[in-house]
């Protein structure tokens, strides 16, 4: 058992490497010490976070490394993290992949189609795989994964999403974004605040599969009195993100494989759960203000997903280097699926 937890550790290690080369120490600490807490009274960025159509491009000799926290959000860009070193390296390993804003308008699902917060309905959970940490004044969610192909489960319309989130366990109030595999519609990325709106798919930015993802949300970070989702594509150096002035419940912060919902004449009914790759976990941490800690860093819950009929549907590896990686893999694709057209 410990040979095969190393090898995983090595190979989702590795991984990363192969994408970018991790930042030295010494550029990490040069840049612990900048910083500017932003706000919308904030001249340069009020525009953007106020939800008007300016969505300024960085220029091509743009540096988020040596910006300013002002200068990062007016392109739309998280601010530099104030938690631990490993944070702060994984900030500054995503803004060397953030070369491309995508500025474009949300696509909104269908209205009856949600993802919905954790169910306690029936004897098991039914539609959440991955961890929760739980606590209470969560203020920032972060994590990578490894966007997982779609194999075309049996079953109608199969769908599988992996997120990052803040909210929802067990409450309703849930804010929440990253990726969506599924044999129908492809590869998308989206967000939702639950329950005011439903999926939000942004139109002109998409991974494909086995690209690796970086996806931050936040309550009153970036922006104060603003909820703030970015999602970057680490391979095509592509990013976009979004704001939303609605406070979500803090008890809770998510990484998280879901079958999403939809509701037909007043009653909830999931997906079937697409075939898809294991799903690679990395930087897999959460914050209260400036305290920053991976998920073991935190009392924390493992979820596996079941269907009605109460068969195994995921199965959830345990939590390493120092709770940050872990791997959520398919089993099944569930006896209990619903076609939401």
Known sequence: MQTSKNAVLAFLLALISSVAAIPSASLIQAHATRGYIATTSDPMVTAYFQGQ???LQPPPTFDPLSSS???LLTYGLPRRPRGSSAQLADWVQAMHHSKHRVCDASQSAPANFQLQPYST???????????????????LVEGT???PCYQGGSGGKPLAVSWVGLGGYPTTSLWQGGSESDAVNGYRYWWE???NNNIQYFANIAPTCRQLTYAEADWSVNVSGYSYFVVVNEYTNKYTSVTYKVRPNQQSAEWVEERPSCTISGVT????????????????????GSTNHGISGWPNDQLTMYDTLGAQMTSVSGLMN???IFTDSWIFTGNDGYYCS
Do not use: L
């Open 53 to 55: 159509k300016t969505c």
């Open 193 to 195: 605040m639950y329950p």
């Open 121 to 139: 309905s029936y004897r098991t959970n039914t539609i959440w795989s991955g961890y929760v940490a739980t606590g209470s004044g969560f203020t």
């Open 69 to 71: 926290d002002q200068q």
């Open 145 to 147: 994964w490894v966007v």
């Open 269 to 288: 009914h999931p997906h079937y759960y697409e075939q898809i790759d294991q799903v690679a976990w990395t930087k897999a941490d959460a914050s209260q």
């Open 322 to 324: 120092n709770g940050t």
